[in-house]
């Protein structure tokens, strides 16, 4: 599907049909027909899905053609539980802006919503890329948020001495959450390398006319990378607390398979004596000491329950359970 903007609106079209005027268009899992036709119109060479799953620098941020090539990778849920990821292009050819992308993120759809109260946004093909992936990192900046409030709850979960959910339970929704922010910090780091590469194109290859306008798209691009930078380092902090807490867990389940190994240890224990006395007054002997005599059974009890008191009290005082 191709979508076109230009001042603010945006309209669904076939490839090639499109104006001087578009400022951005937005190619969303196209058909190799689509990308022909537009290839035609723009007179560069788009790269297919096989060129933007390549994990090489080279491979997506490179100029060919007086055009720029910038794939980003973007985190999203996608109606999911878990976050997906997948790569996005963005291509500055012409004055214009170009994405191409076969994962729907809802930073587009926040920003189409956008361009509709604030046209300005779209006013040319590098202003708009600013926008989008300024718009991209501060959706990232809401995941790791979300993912940072969810490993809080967890916390209170994991430190707690009623606990309402299992330590399996807590483990496995520390792993989904160690993926999510996996997935936001591969994100990151595509969209650090992107504003970096941005932050050094040339007038002729962004479009602009001024040099002061390029100087306001380098400094914006440099305050991006500081914003990335800043929540890769939250991130990192996020990521390292998910160990903590997996690691806490952990032990936690150890302490409660030791507790109960040592609560099996020394009910054995306890019983120990008490199963040496059956089994002696168990044996099939004539003659044995207070066998016959008035009550010896009351007597044999009072011995075992003094037994179990002394163990009980010599395994407080030395503070086994």
């Known amino acids: 599907m191709l979508t076109l903007h230009s001042q603010g609106f945006h309209v669904a079209a076939e490839a090639g049909d499109f104006d001087p005027h578009t400022t951005w268009i937005d190619l969303f899992n196209p058909s190799r027909d689509e990308e022909l036709k537009l290839e035609a119109q723009l007179g560069v060479l788009l790269p297919t899905r096989e060129d933007m799953d390549e994990i090489e620098t080279s491979s ?28 996005v292009t963005f291509v500055l050819t012409g ?45 990232t900046a809401d995941l790791i948020e979300k993912t940072s409030h969810s490993i809080d709850d967890l916390s209170k979960e994991v430190f707690t001495t009623r606990r309402r959910t299992k330590l399996e339970t807590v483990l496995i929704r520390l792993g989904a959450a160690q993926n999510d922010i996996a997935k936001v910090r591969d994100s990151l780091v595509s969209l650090a ?10 007038r002729q290859i962004v479009g602009f006319r001024k040099t ?63 199963t040496l006395i059956a089994s ?30 002394a163990m009980l009290a010599y395994f407080k005082a030395r503070r086994w359970f």
Do not use: W
């Open 60 to 87: 997506r941020l490179y100029i060919e053609d007086g055009a720029a090539f910038m794939t980003a990778q973007v985190a999203f849920f996608g109606g999911m539980a878990q976050l997906q990821s997948g790569p």
């Open 95 to 139: 004055g214009r802006l170009v994405t191409i992308r076969y994962i729907d993120p809802a930073s587009f759809k926040i920003f189409g919503e956008q361009l509709e109260k604030q046209p300005l946004h779209c006013t040319d093909g590098p202003t708009t890329f600013l926008n989008l992936v300024d718009l991209i990192i501060d959706r």
């Open 193 to 202: 390398r992107l504003t970096v590469f941005a932050a050094g194109l040339e």
């Open 212 to 274: 002061t306008e390029l100087k306001e798209f380098h400094d914006r691009l440099r305050t991006m990378s500081q914003d990335v930078a800043s929540l890769n380092d939250h991130s990192s902090h996020v990521s390292g607390h998910i160990a903590f807490l997996l690691d806490a867990a952990l032990g936690l389940i150890n302490v409660e398979q030791n507790n109960i190994v040592k609560v099996i240890s020394i009910v054995s224990a306890i019983f120990l004596p008490l």
């Open 280 to 309: 002696i007054y168990g044996m099939n002997f004539d003659h044995m000491p207070f066998l016959h005599q008035p009550y010896a059974f009351e007597a044999v009890c009072a011995l075992m329950i003094a037994i179990i008191i």
